[in-house]
């Protein structure tokens, strides 16, 4: 299994992030796989944002939950990530992941894009 992020290394403040998760050698709706989005700040430890379930179900971090959409395109296999009215605290490396069940180790990680928001 293999998870490539993509999406702009640079946002404007106040503006929409949109970041897309590929994943290849595994399938987004396959029982009973999570797909989760996770990043890590300068200076600051790893913040799971929030996942979408194989089933379609989404989950949030409920500090970002008013800013953030998790949803699926299963054409294409991959998982979007939205978060809204962003500023320079928002900057940091983005990563997707899978983990086996919600809540367990993640087994499968994207190697990360940088997202930076700046005027």
């Known amino acids: 299994v293999q998870l490539q992020e993509s999406g702009p290394g640079l946002v404007k403040p106040s503006q929409t992030l949109a970041l897309t998760c590929t994943v290849s050698?595994?399938?987004?709706?396959?029982?009973?796989?999570?797909w989760s989005w996770i990043r890590q700040s300068p200076g600051k430890g790893l913040e799971w944002m929030g996942a979408?379930?194989?089933?379609?179900?989404?989950y949030y971090n409920p500090s970002l939950k008013s800013r953030t959409s998790i949803s699926r395109d299963t054409t294409n296999n991959q998982f979007i990530l939205q978060l809204s009215s962003v500023t320079p605290e928002d900057t940091g490396v983005y990563y997707c992941?899978?983990?086996?069940?919600?809540?367990?180790?993640?087994?499968?990680w994207g190697q990360g894009t940088q997202v930076t928001v700046s005027s």
């Open positions: 050698g595994g399938s987004v709706t396959t029982n009973y796989y999570y």
């Open positions: 979408i379930a194989y089933s379609g179900s989404t």
């Open positions: 992941a899978r983990e086996a069940t919600f809540g367990a180790q993640y087994d499968y």
